[in-house]
């Protein structure tokens, strides 16, 4: 069965564009996940959606950054008017349910590169 | 608060050697605490979960990792390295909402024939 897509994988943005990063979980997930991965470093959490709501956005580094998830199933990660601190590799995770028997599907990820 | 220390960025063994990847953990929750393993442009595999059941948790590729609560650490053993393992190894720490990882900065590993 299909895993979790990203969507582009490689990103070049120049500083002060908006960039727009497509996660595709796997189907019937109900939990999804964004980490953001900086060069040597482990991923950090950016934000936690149950189906549509988005339970907890502390991770999110700013205003610049948005997610969304309408429909309950594709999640669009946001970032507006970008800086070089955001090259990073942006990580996307699902779960079929909140529930701790199960185990979290990581994406390979977007590279996002800001020159 | 939760955080997660892998202590050694890079640790080389040779083929058929003992692995041993430290990862010690702080948290003002009993924790849950897993294994990552990251092979280049790929997404996070989980290797194996600890969740308050058996301390001495057994996982995929002939890992294990065993949890002391007296020592706060979690570290992650293989009795006999292959040159397959070669990959970046990650510790994180959930509380009891499993909905929020402290991933630590990862452990590259190199596996010398």
């Known amino acids: 069965g299909a895993g979790v897509s990203q969507s582009p994988r490689y990103k070049v943005a120049k500083r002060g564009q908006d960039v727009a990063l497509r996660c595709d979980p796997i189907?019937?997930?109900?939990?999804l996940f964004w980490y953001q991965q900086a060069l040597g470093q482990g991923p950090e959490f950016l934000t936690y959606?149950?189906?549509?709501?988005?339970?907890?956005k502390s991770g999110l580094p700013s205003d610049r950054f948005f997610a969304e998830r309408p429909e309950g199933s594709v999640s669009t990660l946001k970032i507006q008017r970008t800086q070089q601190e955001d090259s990073a590799v942006y990580l996307c995770?699902?779960?079929?349910?909140?529930?701790?028997?199960?185990?979290?599907?990581f994406g390979p990820g977007t590279r996002l590169t800001v020159t | 608060a939760q955080s997660v220390t892998q202590l050694g960025s890079h640790v080389s063994v040779s083929e058929g050697a003992l692995v041993l990847l430290r990862c010690n953990y702080s948290?003002?929750?009993?924790?849950?605490l897993f294994w990552y393993v990251q092979y280049p442009n790929q997404g996070l595999q989980l290797l194996l979960k600890?969740?308050?059941?058996?301390?001495l948790v057994k996982g995929i590729n002939g890992f294990e990792a065993e949890f002391k609560k007296s020592e706060t650490s979690f570290h992650l053993t293989k009795p006999s390295a292959h040159m397959s393992d070669a990959a970046e190894y990650f510790c994180?720490?959930?509380?009891?909402?499993?909905?929020?990882?402290?991933f630590g900065s990862g452990t590259k590993l190199n596996v010398k024939p």
């Open positions: 948290s003002s929750v009993p924790p849950y």
């Open positions: 959606f149950q189906n549509e709501a988005q339970l907890d």
């Open positions: 189907s019937g997930h109900v939990s």
């Open positions: 600890y969740t308050s059941a058996a301390t």
């Open positions: 995770a699902s779960k079929l349910s909140r529930d701790f028997l199960y185990e979290q599907y």
């Open positions: 994180a720490v959930s509380g009891r909402s499993f909905n929020k990882f402290y």
